[in-house]
């Protein structure tokens, strides 16, 4: 009797195990239709600068050093990139500049290169208008506008021109424009010339995107833009106290403004436990590259190369579970609503990520937790494009006023 109590009881627990594996897999199959039936974007991306990086790579080509690619877009059912011309504080003036238009020249290259996949998106309308041809929708984006020169608004005029449709002022140094969330104030917020650049981007067009600023800084972009404002990669600092993080203050503002904030992947704003290890593991290299600096001085390429190989050979913190990174999306849903979340993943730009995810087509698994949660098909829509696209549009709307 006993004997078959436990068989009865084993195949149950078969059963129940094979449902759940059953259902697991119906979630991920309506999760891959949903991404390829949704206009899914993403905004940020920073496979321009690995491009740059990789002379003899093609989009077309799936690479072990990009997370990004033509095939894997089309695999994941992404159709609005927003690939980003990203431009590093240690590269000033004329410098800056330079770089930023060869990383245009990237973007607007891969447009050239595959007119029958690609297309270049200068309005949000752009974006479902690719989609039903059944192309992808390149986003042009700024993220530092160190390239900007001082007193020289006639370069936001030709970024626009170039494609460009947002920019974030700086990055994780102050600059001439704006302070940053990373760095020690400088202006108190955004700079004189900083505040004709917001203005003549609502002018222009361009939304403007506050991850990276100091909290100041994004207390001036909703006190000085007219239209809404995006944060395009940035997590919630309650949840991982990082500076780069937004607190609640400012993600209400963000909503009440009609803004959206589209989350990361990157872990070290994703977990907390996480970001402790990285600070520790950070504090450990900076102090042997004191040393390194100190013993090689004025040997800057060995000094270089020395630095790549300890970095490459201290080990990394085990990356947290996707499961934190959902923490993030339920919380501005709670906060603000579902209305004022997205995705902008940090692709190609990061170190480390939520365990799960591998590259770009992992974006299936972000789709099976949202409808895990509940969440229905015109909310993921939300989630995918039609939040940031309402921005964009009310972005151009101001701009035609």
């Known amino acids: 009797m006993y004997f078959r109590h436990l068989l009865v009881l084993l195949a ?9 594996s059953m259902r697991q897999d119906d979630i991920l199959n309506r999760s891959r239709e949903l991404n390829q039936k949704l206009t899914v974007l993403d905004t940020h991306l920073d496979t321009p600068s690995r491009a740059l990086n990789l002379p003899d790579w ?8 990009t997370l990004v690619d033509l095939p894997r877009m089309r695999a994941a059912g992404v159709n609005a990139p927003f690939m980003v011309v990203y431009t ?115 002018r222009l067009g361009i939304m403007l995107d506050v991850s990276h600023i100091s909290d100041d800084a994004v207390r001036d972009h909703l006190r000085l833009s007219k239209a809404p404002i995006i944060a395009s990669h940035s997590n919630v600092r309650k949840l991982c106290d990082h500076p780069r993080n937004l607190t609640d203050e400012l993600i209400r503002g963000i909503a009440r403004g009609g803004g959206v904030i589209q989350l990361n992947f990157a872990a070290q704003y994703v977990s907390a436990d996480y970001l402790v290890k990285y600070n520790e593991r950070k504090a450990l290299l900076e102090l042997k ?26 080990p990394r913190p085990p990356p ?23 995705l902008g993943s940090d692709f190609d730009g990061i170190g480390a ?36 696209l309402r921005v964009w549009r009310k972005v151009e709307e101001v701009a035609g006023r």
């Open 58 to 65: 093609a989009l077309h080509e799936k690479s072990e050093e």
């Open 289 to 314: 590259e004191k040393e390194i600096d100190e013993r090689l001085a004025g040997q800057e390429e060995k000094a270089k190369a020395e630095k790549e190989k300890l970095s490459a050979s201290t």
């Open 320 to 342: 947290p579970p996707l499961e934190d990174w959902f923490e993030h999306v339920d919380y501005i849903a709670d906060l603000v609503g579902k209305d004022f979340v997205g």
């Open 88 to 202: 590093s504080p240690s590269l000033k003036g004329q410098d800056a500049l330079v770089h930023a238009l060869a990383l245009s020249d990237v973007i607007s290259g891969w447009v050239e290169d595959y007119p029958r996949e690609l297309s270049l998106a200068r309005a949000a309308s752009d974006v479902p208008a690719a989609k039903r041809d059944g192309k992808i929708s390149v986003v042009m984006c700024m993220e530092n506008s160190s390239p900007i020169l001082e007193g020289r608004l006639d370069l936001v005029r030709t970024f626009y021109r170039l494609g460009v449709r947002y920019m974030s002022l700086c990055h994780f140094k102050n600059n001439h424009l704006c302070d940053s969330s990373t760095d020690d104030p400088l202006h108190g917020g955004v700079s004189k010339f900083g505040e004709e650049v917001i203005a003549e981007a609502n």
């Open 353 to 388: 990520w939520p365990g799960e995810l591998k590259d770009i087509t992992s974006i299936e698994l972000i789709t099976a937790g949202l409808l895990k949660r509940g969440w229905s098909e015109k909310e993921l829509a939300g989630f995918y494009s039609g939040n940031l």
């Open 12 to 20: 149950a627990l078969q059963f129940s195990c094979s449902a759940v």
